[in-house]
């Protein structure tokens, strides 16, 4: 199953974290995630029927920018 760290910029507050989690948990195809305030990361465990990028815009929709993270 693809797992996907994101690094969430405007992650500010423990309710941005909640407000995350909340979105995360109502994607299809997600099975697991975590969002970590401290490090403004998100990492979800997904389904190859979504993609990250398709997770990306559904947060950004949300209004919070997450970009794939790289390290």
């Known amino acids: 199953m693809p797992q996907t760290t994101f690094h969430l910029p405007g992650l500010q507050s423990q309710d941005d974290a909640d407000a ?5 948990q109502d994607l ?8 970590r305030l401290a490090e403004r990361q998100a990492w ?6 979504i993609t ?3 997770i990306a815009t559904a ?3 949300a209004g919070y920018a997450a970009e794939p993270w790289q390290g």
């Open 52 to 54: 990250a990028e398709d």
């Open 28 to 35: 299809p195809c997600v099975s697991q995630a975590e969002v």
């Open 20 to 24: 995350v989690m909340f979105e995360l």
């Open 44 to 49: 979800v465990m997904h389904t190859a029927m």
């Open 59 to 61: 947060l950004l929709e």
